[in-house]
Structure formats: C-alpha cells, structure tokens
T-cell receptor
Framework: KQEVTQIPAALSVPEGENLVLNCSFT??????LQWFRQDPGKGLTSLLL?????REQTSGRLNASLDKSSGRSTLYIAASQPGDSATYLC???????????FGKGTLLTVNP | DGGITQSPKYLFRKEGQNVTLSCEQN?????MYWYRQDPGQGLRLIYY???????QKGDIAEGYSVSREKKESFPLTVTSAQKNPTAFYLC?????????????FGEGSWLTVV
C-alpha cells in the first residue's frame, strides 16, 4: 500500500526566507507526483506536476524535485512571502491502479 | 470561466437523514472524483467515475452513493449508514489520462451532523 509522508507537519518562517518542504513515498512505481496548495476552508490548487521520468519542475519561485528511486520529493520556495501561507500537500499517482495518494500536508506560515 | 462548482458550501445533517452534495464541472473532463478530508488528514478517495454511467468505489465508499448520468455532474449522497459524516468534501475532475494531466478541485463542501 502506498503511503505518503510530509515533513514537517508545520513550519513558520520570517518573510524573505528560502524554505524546503519534504515529501516521501513508499512505492516508487508511480506515474507522477504533484504538489498542491490549499488555503483554509478551500479546495486544492495544483502547483507543480512532475512526471516519473523528470527530475524537477519550476514555476516562478517554486521548484519541485523528484528522486523516484529513493521515494522523495522536495518543494523549494524562494524568497517566501506572507501570501505563501497555506497548507501544501503532495500526492503520487500509482501505476498499478491510477489512484492518487495524498500526504497530510505541511502547514506553512510566513510571518511579515 | 471553466471550473468545478460544489454546492452547498455548508450543510447540516440530522441523524438518520440522507443528504446530497452537488458537483458540476464545465471543463469537459471525463473523470470525476469525490474525496473526504478530515482535520489534519490527507484526502481519502470515496468514489470516482471515468466515464458516464460508470463509477468505482474508492477507499472509503461505505455509507456513500453516487451517480454519473451526465458528463458534467457527479453528485454524492451521504446516507444515514455513514456513521461519522462530519468532514470537508472535495469534488475533483481530470481528463481520463490522469498520468499526463493534472487534477482540478472544487472549493469543497462542509458537512456537519447536528
């Protein structure tokens, strides 16, 4: 059974700091990995999708890497802003059943 | 604008009642999904449908039912058999080939048992 773990569960940083969020998964037979953002009481917004054949994806101040063999992904946020405060979730799409498995998320607070 | 619309945003259910959550999408997506999210937890899949008139149970389907009569619509009924229905419910959709496409989410519906 695929399990996805996100560390840390919560993170508080001052504005302007660069930070890294971690995601690990137990089964490396995946199609892709996605990072999502969730604001309180809202739905999820896709940030980055990394195919299993890719090593990283970038969008603006966000960079996501994928090391499939070790079952790890990181989301790097550069020059953090208060508007980045949200919960960040990662999810992996398993090859055998086309199902997305989500981590519990990291609650990020960026203090002005 | 294209997107996924969930309604109602907030819903209260009395013991023994069935309630239905609506989900409509105008993204021309083939596949639709229902997830449940409990505080501090990841999303868990309830049901999904890859094509009209067909749907599959997810990981926590007991106490829930769905229908897929139209491509745009995938309503979820929370039945009285669901013993702990208080949660945040999220509807999502994607093109059928999820391996190459991202998944889009609605804004969610809060269900509370009173």
């Amino acid at each position: 059974k695929q399990e996805v773990t996100q560390i840390p569960a919560a993170l508080s940083v001052p504005e302007g700091e660069n930070l890294v969020l971690n995601c690990s998964f137990t089964d490396s037979a995946i199609y892709n990995l996605q990072w999502f953002r969730q604001d309180p009481g809202k739905g999820l917004t896709s940030l980055l999708l990394i195919q299993s054949s890719q090593r990283e994806q970038t969008s603006g101040r966000l960079n996501a890497s994928l090391d499939k063999s070790s079952g790890r992904s990181t989301l790097y946020i550069a020059a953090s802003q208060p508007g980045d405060s949200a919960t960040y979730l990662c999810a992996v799409l398993k090859r055998s059943n086309y199902k997305l498995t989500f981590g519990k998320g990291t609650l990020l607070t960026v203090n002005p | 604008d294209g997107g996924i619309t969930q309604s109602p945003k907030y819903l209260f259910r009395k013991e023994g009642q069935n309630v239905t959550l609506s989900c409509e999408q105008n993204l021309n997506h083939d596949a639709m999904y229902w997830y449940r999210q409990d505080p501090g937890q990841g999303l868990r899949l309830i049901y999904y449908s890859q094509i009209v008139n067909d749907f599959q149970k997810g990981d926590i389907a007991e106490g829930y039912s769905v229908s897929r009569e139209k491509k745009e619509s995938f309503p979820l009924t929370v039945t009285s058999a669901q013993k702990n229905p208080t949660a945040f419910y999220l509807c999502a959709s994607s093109f059928q080939e999820l391996s190459g496409n991202t998944i889009y989410f609605g804004e969610g519906s809060w269900l509370t048992v009173v």
